[in-house]
Each structure stands twice: as C-alpha cells, then as structure tokens.
C-alpha cells in the first residue's frame, strides 16, 4: 500500500469537492492531522470506507489507484482546465456549440454492456471545450443526483465546425478527475447538485466558525481588542488589498495549480 498515493489522492479529493482536510476529519469524527499522519502509518480499512462513503466514491478513487490517467493529452486537459485556460460550457447554456451526442446512436459510442445501463433512471449531461478550430466533448450518464460518480463517462473530439463527433478511447475511470475538475471549474453554471454541495459544505463551516468564536473565554476577546498589535492586524485584513489576496487563496483552482506546480518541482527538481 503506498500511503504517500492515499494521501495525496484524498488531500486532491478534497479540493475537487471544495472541503478542507481538516474539515473531513472534523465531519467523519477523525481526530485532526489523522490524514496526514498516514503518510507514516498505515491508515484502517473503516476509515478509508469512511472517506468513500461520505464522498460516494470507490476505494479505488480513494486510495488513488484511479486518480492518475497515465495519459498526457488527459492530464494536460486537466492542467490547462485548472488554471482557467480552458473553459467549459454545458451545452444547455451555450448557443454556440458542436454537435451533440444526440445527434449520434448510442451504438456509435456505447458498448453493449455500457448500454444495458442506460435507461430511464438515468439522467445524462455534457459539457463541451472549444480548443483551437475544433471541440473536446464530455458526457455522462449518471442516477439520481450521483453526478460526481456517474456510471459513464466519454470524451470525444470533433476536430472542425465540419467534422463528426469522435470517441476517444478512454475509461471511466481515466476520465473520473478530469469530470470532476469540470464540474468545479463552472461556478455559477455549475449543476444544481454541485451548487446544492457547496451551499452545504459553507454553511457547516460558517457555523463552526460561529462556534469556536463562542468557545472563547471574554477576557481573552477583551485582552485582544486592547492590544495594538491585534488593531493593526485587523485593520489591514479589512484593508480591499489582503481580502483580494484572500479571494484568490481560498480559490480551489488557485489551490489546485499550487498543488499541480508542487508536485512539478517534485518530479523535476532545479539543479
């Protein structure tokens, strides 16, 4: 078991889904630091279920074994989708956009097996890329409200405005990270279900904000609205320059190109 691998790959899970570590210990009873401290020991069975549980995942996602594409074209696109090069559309919102998987047969993409899975349970979405005179298309097919965790997922390329759609040989679960960067990367045209999770995961964190800022005892409040020091510090975080600094720390994709060039200057240290 290579528990560096589990660690990272939960640490990356988080910020797909825009919780903080600490907050994940916090939410499944961990006691904090836990995560990281796996890097050392290895972690229990239950608490990886946990983890998998509470994000409706796999074990295999958690414990990272289908985090890495091994594909350059697919790591690039979640590269280039991270630091906001490349956008995405829901072909929903778009008036501008290729064709649409519609305008195919689902034996021109699906496999038998894939399309014993596709009934009227399911739901189906598709976001599309404009990359240099032609497209990169995603659609899922998923149950319920699962759209993190869709049974199916295809990417395919239509290379001019004139050309027909073209599936591209990938898995599920190669495509897994870059659905999820995607699903993130939208904001305000984001799915009902992701904008339903974020609202969710906010308000749980102002409210243990609101606590903890309750558990403290008054002469300790007291002793630092006395103190000249503390005054300066609030009065530069309320300054529009450090909340700007602010804004863009506390951006996932932000977080997310940090962790990408971290983990660049790992693979190819500076001589």
Known sequence: MNNEQI??????????????????????????????RWN?????????????????????D?????????DAFIEKLILQTTNGNLKWFNYNNAQDHPKQYSELTACDCFEEEELNKYSITTKE??????????????????????????????????????AKLIKQNYSRQQLISLWLKVLYSLYEDAPDEIKAEELKNSYL??????????????????????????????????TKEFKNLQQLFSNPDFQSTLQTISSLQKKFPCK
Do not use: R, W
């Open 205 to 238: 964190l102002e409210n243990t904000e609101k606590e903890n800022l309750n558990s403290i005892p008054y002469e300790t409040i007291q002793s630092l609205l006395d103190n000249s020091s503390f005054a300066k510090v609030v009065e530069t975080i309320n």
């Open 125 to 162: 979405i598709s976001y599309f890329a404009p990359i240099n005179k032609g497209y990169i298309s995603l659609y899922g097919i998923y149950q319920d409200n699962n759209i993190k965790n869709p049974s199916t997922i295809i990417l395919l390329i239509q290379p001019d405005c004139d």
């Open 7 to 36: 660690v990272n790959s939960i640490k990356t899970i988080c910020k797909e889904h825009n919780i903080t570590v600490t907050k994940l210990e916090e939410t499944l009873g961990m006691s904090q630091g836990l995560i990281s």
């Open 62 to 70: 958690i414990v990272g074994y289908k985090n890495f594409t091994d």
């Open 40 to 60: 050392k020991s290895d972690p229990s069975l239950s608490k990886i279920i946990d983890i998998a549980d509470y994000f409706n995942l796999s074990l295999d």
